[in-house]
């Protein structure tokens, strides 16, 4: 089965940076789909970015211009290089893989914390 290992959180002050990343296992990752979610908590679990088999990118609005997702298919990881964060980036942080129109495989999560 597919299994899924985040790894970059931490603890930043604002405007700070951080790399996640994502090491896939079990599947052909240059065929996967993958994207970054986040949920803080009282919050519903929200898509920040994604990168398609082909590359193409997607960003929510409120991060686009400071997050960038990549991917390595050489390593089976996908990154995300988080820029000028903001304490409302406080979250946890999971990778996914998107099985047709739905994410369907997840990793446990990353700890991110940004402090004012």
């Known amino acids: 089965q597919v299994q899924l290992v985040e790894s970059g959180g931490g603890l930043v002050q604002a405007g700070g940076s951080l790399r996640l990343s994502c090491v896939a296992s079990g599947g052909i990752f240059s065929n996967y789909h993958m994207g970054w979610f986040r949920q803080a908590p009282g919050k519903e679990r929200e898509l920040v970015a994604a990168i398609s088999s082909r590359s193409r990118t997607y960003y929510t609005d409120s991060v686009l211009g400071r997050f960038t997702i990549s991917r390595d298919n050489a390593k089976n990881t996908v990154y995300l290089q988080m820029n000028s964060l903001k304490p409302e980036d406080t979250a946890v942080y999971y990778c996914?893989?998107?099985?047709?129109?739905?994410?369907?495989?997840w990793g446990q999560g990353t700890q991110v914390t940004v402090s004012s």
């Open positions: 996914a893989i998107r099985s047709g129109t739905t994410y369907d495989y």
